[in-house]
């Protein structure tokens, strides 16, 4: 599985910390990963990274006005490389949507197996349907006498 990887914020939860007396420390991060193989099929898997508040450290914490998404994606990738069992997962479920697309799995009904016996052919209907009347309304019939009362 050699992938091509794109990489998308797509919301963050924030929160003080007046312990630590920074404001809006990033606590959560929701994300998707995009992986393409080489003939341009493509899957995505959606995540949520957790970041604990007292794990930043004041000097060098980047205000939030001042977070680039390269940034934030750095810290989820580091999570992600960090626990090679949560990068296989990622992996393979992105190939198995690839796989959804390349190799499509197809439903057979028991109707339609191959030591089913085929459906027995309809007989067509009797048309039993009315005759309609097709003399207009408010007309005599031809070869008809009008009633002395019209």
Not at 11 to 24: C, R
Not at 31 to 48: K, L, P, Q, S
Not at 60 to 68: A, E, I, P, Q, S
Request: glycine share 4%.
């Amino acid at each position: 599985m050699a992938f091509t990887y794109t990489w998308k914020i797509k919301s963050l939860k924030k929160q003080d910390d007046p312990s630590l007396e920074l404001n809006d420390i990033i606590v959560q991060t929701y994300w998707e990963c995009t992986g393409e193989d080489e003939d341009g099929n493509a899957g995505t898997f959606h995540g949520a990274t957790p970041f604990e508040p007292d794990q930043v450290d004041p000097d060098n914490f980047t205000t939030y006005d001042n977070l680039t998404e390269a940034q934030v994606i750095g810290w989820i990738q580091d999570v992600v490389n960090g626990n090679p069992g949560y990068k296989q997962h990622i992996d393979e479920q992105i190939q198995k949507q690839i796989d959804a697309v390349v190799r499509p799995m197809v439903e057979v009904n028991s109707n339609a197996l191959p030591w089913a016996e085929p459906a027995p052919t309809p007989e067509p209907e009797a048309n039993t349907a009315p005759v309609a009347n097709t003399t207009p309304a408010n007309t005599t019939p031809a070869n008809t006498t009008p009633s002395a009362n019209t």
